[in-house]
């Protein structure tokens, strides 16, 4: 098989910059999706995304092709990368629903004359990966673990300029594999940690809870300062000056919220409370997120303001995601407190704001999302 050639299985936001991404550094690419519609849209170069600077690599590719077909998929690679979505349940498990649908399919297309490798970069329950290597292992198939730490916005230069890569695998022959295909991707040339899938899993919910516990402790500082009349920027800064702790993540602002930080963090403390290790620091780290914001409100009604302005109430700039927007609840809180508030968004997030909150709030049609 052409070492060249790579595939893509789950071709939504994510998957489908990572094909781009795969594409741009010289790689063959097949990426396979279940909706056939949306695929012919890649294929015509017709599909439009608000995710900065995907819509100008769609509109320039040259080796990258969409399909439905898994066959098809696998057949073009022995190198294949599983993007599918994961969904949190209110436990804190992650619904790997999708992959485990993606096994079953691979099951059903029977032994491989090839020994094919799927690299599962879906965030999974810990003890996943070895699962679904057991199911497939007899088909000739090795699995190995290798999530992205990405942020909606910032995708494609998230995925092309990664602060670390880590690899959860069975053999070094495995993570090597994976490392061949970031070192032809990455210019900046990131610390690559080679680890068991296990390792691999609770790493990355580690990490991300992590920075949720500093979001949270630099936020409580900052309500502090505010409260007994210091600048809490400046506060802030001096202590991530400190290259023990430095100042990604640690600014003052909206809470923790979105798709993966309250998702990895819940999935910490369920994982956690099953194997009877104490969490206490990441349960501040959430009462102080829900208690943030009621300080930020308080500070804004305290000051005596009548109106609020936002060009944006999704839970970060450059994206249309709502998904447990600090910005959002802030600005709800604030109408629930007699405050007018008006908001600038796009048309679609205009209506989803409509179909959940009706008129409370004076809306301004923005052309597009402001890029992240």
Not at 16 to 30: D, K, P, Q, R, S
Request: hydrophobic share 35%; with cysteine.
């Amino acid at each position: 098989m052409n070492k060249k050639n790579l595939s893509v299985i789950g071709i939504g936001r994510l998957g489908l910059c990572f094909a781009m991404t795969l594409e741009e550094a010289g790689f063959n690419v097949v990426g396979c999706d279940i909706n056939k519609d949306y695929v012919a849209s890649i294929n015509k170069r017709t599909f439009s995304s608000i995710e900065p600077g995907l819509n100008e690599k769609i509109a320039k590719y040259n080796n990258f092709k969409a399909t439905t077909s898994i066959a098809k998929t696998v057949a073009h690679s022995d190198l294949i990368f599983v993007t599918v979505a994961s969904f949190s349940e209110p436990d804190g498990r992650y619904d790997v629903s999708q992959v485990y649908s993606v096994a079953a399919a691979l099951i059903k297309l029977g032994r491989q004359d090839s020994t094919k490798h799927l690299v599962i970069c879906t965030n999974v329950n810990p003890g996943c990966s070895d699962e679904i290597s057991e199911r497939l292992r007899d088909l000739n198939w090795k699995v190995s673990f290798n999530p992205e730490t990405i942020a909606q916005g910032t995708i494609l230069k998230n995925q092309k300029y990664p602060d670390c890569v880590y690899i959860g695998s069975e053999t070094e022959e495995d993570a090597l594999q994976i490392q061949e295909v970031y070192e032809a991707v990455c210019p900046n040339s990131p610390s690559v940690h080679k680890m068991d899938r296990l390792s691999a899993e609770l790493t990355k919910v580690s990490l991300n809870c992590f920075l949720t516990c500093k979001i949270s402790f630099a936020n409580m500082v900052g309500d502090l300062a505010i409260k007994i009349g210091a600048n809490p920027e400046k506060v802030l800064n001096a202590i991530g000056s400190d290259t023990r702790i430095n100042n990604k993540f640690f600014k003052y602002g909206f809470g923790w919220g979105g798709p993966c930080f309250p998702r990895d963090t819940r999935a910490y403390v369920r994982l956690s409370k099953q194997n009877s290790i104490p969490h206490d620091m990441v349960d501040a780290s959430m009462r102080i997120n829900e208690s943030h914001i009621a300080q930020q409100v308080s500070n804004y009604l305290e000051a005596g303001y009548e109106n609020y302005y936002t060009k944006s109430v999704a839970y970060k700039e450059g994206t249309n995601i709502l998904e447990e927007s600090q910005q959002l609840r802030f600005a709800h809180e604030l109408q629930k407190a007699g405050v007018d508030v008006t908001i600038e968004e796009t048309e679609q997030v205009i209506r989803e704001l409509k179909s959940k909150f009706g008129d409370i709030f004076t809306y301004i049609k923005r052309v597009s999302t402001p890029s992240g």
